[in-house]
T-cell receptor, first 113, second 114 residues
């Protein structure tokens, strides 16, 4: 049972345009959400996060939006650059003593020059 | 060290053998996590430590899997009597403190059981 779902395995965007990566979750106990970016042959690297008490967090070209009522979050990249081409993982943390993250399957973003 | 270091990078072992995977976290990081990632999937939680204490091992698939972090720094994930289904990328991550804070991942150990 996938608690964190990234329903689009891939996304292709033109350089300079907006990339929107989506993530849905099922567990209302999640209190923190993170996006990780992964290049081939490397480990995932942290990109941006958002607490469940917020609905938006912005960091440069990256903005994460959280819609708790819809149990949905999205990552916007504006403007997209070819170097953004990577696999993006959405991850969620359950509040309380558990320290693990639950990851989605990832979305492969390709930004075309 | 500068980042999370895992060794070996690649391990090929015969079915039935035991393997030990090592993780050297970022210096000073309290929390250490082990994940397993199959092809085309996201990382799947296995276990995590705060200092030397194993806080959660609910993700370990069965009792052939164990992990330790005896001095609160380096950790070893051991798989006994390996099976082909154990083949995956095993990733270690560390963070300053647990509970959702940014975790830094190593490059992983690619385990292949033949």
């Amino acid at each position: 049972d996938q608690q964190v779902k990234q329903n689009s395995p891939s996304l292709s965007v033109q350089e300079g345009r907006i990339s929107i990566l989506n993530c849905d979750y099922t567990n209302s106990m999640f209190d923190y959400f993170l996006w990780y970016k992964k290049y081939p042959a490397e480990g995932p690297t942290f990109l941006i996060s958002i607490s469940s008490i917020k609905d938006k967090n912005e960091d440069g070209r990256f903005t994460v939006f959280l819609n708790k009522s819809a149990k949905h979050l999205s990552l916007h990249i504006v403007p997209s650059q070819p170097g953004d081409s990577a696999v993006y993982f959405c991850a969620a943390h359950r509040g309380g003593s558990q320290g693990n993250l639950i990851f989605g399957k990832g979305t492969k973003l390709s930004v075309k020059p | 060290g500068a980042g999370v270091s895992q060794s070996p990078r690649y391990k090929v072992t015969k079915r039935g053998q035991d393997v030990a995977l090592r993780c050297d976290p970022i210096s000073g990081h309290v929390s250490l996590y082990w994940y397993r990632q199959a092809l085309g999937q996201g990382p799947e939680f296995l276990t995590y430590f705060n200092y030397e204490a194993q806080q959660d091992k609910s993700g370990l698939p069965n009792d052939r899997f164990s992990a330790e972090r005896p001095e609160g720094s380096i950790s070893t994930l051991t798989i006994q009597r390996t099976e082909q289904r154990d083949s995956a990328m095993y990733r270690c991550a560390s963070s300053l403190a647990g509970v959702g804070t940014e975790a830094f991942f190593g490059q992983g150990t690619r385990l292949t059981v033949v």
